[in-house]
T-cell receptor, first 115, second 110 residues
Framework: GAVVSQHPSRVICKSGTSVKIECRSLDFQATTMFWYRQFPKQSLMLMAT?????????EQGVEKDKFLINHASLTLSTLTVTSAHPEDSSFYIC???????????FGPGTRLTVT | QKEVEQDPGPLSVPEGAIVSLNCTYSNSAFQYFMWYRQYSRKGPELLMYTYSSGNKEDGRFTAQVDKSSKYISLFIRDSQPSDSATYLCAMSVYGNQFYFGTGTSLTVIP
């Protein structure tokens, strides 16, 4: 399967600061990337879908001004959590869509802790 | 009603047991059915996928889809401690938009 990396793997930041998470597809071009959030012992919650070169589509209830998504190239998407608060602490996972309908390759996730 | 229902467990079995994991769904338009395995603090990895109804086997893993009952299963034969993880089912109608179950936590005891 394809390889997707995320950076950083974990980050601790102070309340009110912004944090950027990078998601890269290393060996294929991903026209679509997805950003998920996962709370402990819960499933993946889709936050937004981003297509290269266009604006991201956010799921209902996700603040687009707080979670800024940029998908500037076929191999890189970024999620910026702006003015982070402790309730934003979570595990953020990206995935990259491949050619087939079942293909969605996940990154290893980023553990964000806001103090 | 959620699109996809999955018993969160936890499920604990002895090594060598046959494990059965299941999901039910409500949207009859789902055509693609996937099973992902997620180790603690890691991203999910694709285990198996099935298109439409039927069975698919890969080593110790068998995926079954029964569209008439809106029910999918993943069987793990000769379970190993390394199979201890959370198993997520996922489904899609078309394209990459997936609907995930909540995941079932499995522990295989040596």
């Amino acid at each position: 399967g394809a390889v997707v990396s995320q950076h950083p793997s974990r980050v601790i930041c102070k309340s009110g600061t912004s944090v950027k998470i990078e998601c890269r597809s290393l060996d294929f071009q991903a026209t679509t990337m997805f950003w998920y959030r996962q709370f402990p012992k819960q499933s993946l919650m889709l936050m937004a879908t981003s297509n290269e070169g266009s604006k991201a589509t956010y799921e209902q209830g996700v603040e687009k001004d707080k979670f800024l998504i940029n998908h500037a190239s076929l191999t890189l998407s970024t999620l910026t959590v702006t003015s982070a608060h402790p309730e934003d602490s979570s595990f953020y996972i990206c995935s990259a869509g491949g050619q087939g309908n079942y293909e969605q390759y996940f990154g290893p996730g980023t553990r964000l802790t806001v103090t | 009603q959620k699109e996809v229902e999955q018993d969160p467990g936890p499920l604990s079995v002895p090594e060598g047991a046959i494990v059965s994991l299941n999901c039910t769904y409500s949207n009859s338009a789902f055509q693609y059915f996937m099973w992902y395995r997620q180790y603690s603090r890691k991203g999910p990895e694709l285990l198996m996928y099935t298109y439409s109804s039927g069975n698919k086997e890969d080593g110790r893993f068998t995926a079954q889809v029964d569209k008439s009952s809106k029910y999918i299963s993943l069987f793990i034969r000769d379970s190993q401690p390394s199979d201890s993880a959370t198993y997520l089912c996922a489904m899609s109608v078309y394209g990459n938009q997936f609907y995930f179950g909540t995941g079932t936590s499995l522990t295989v005891i040596p």
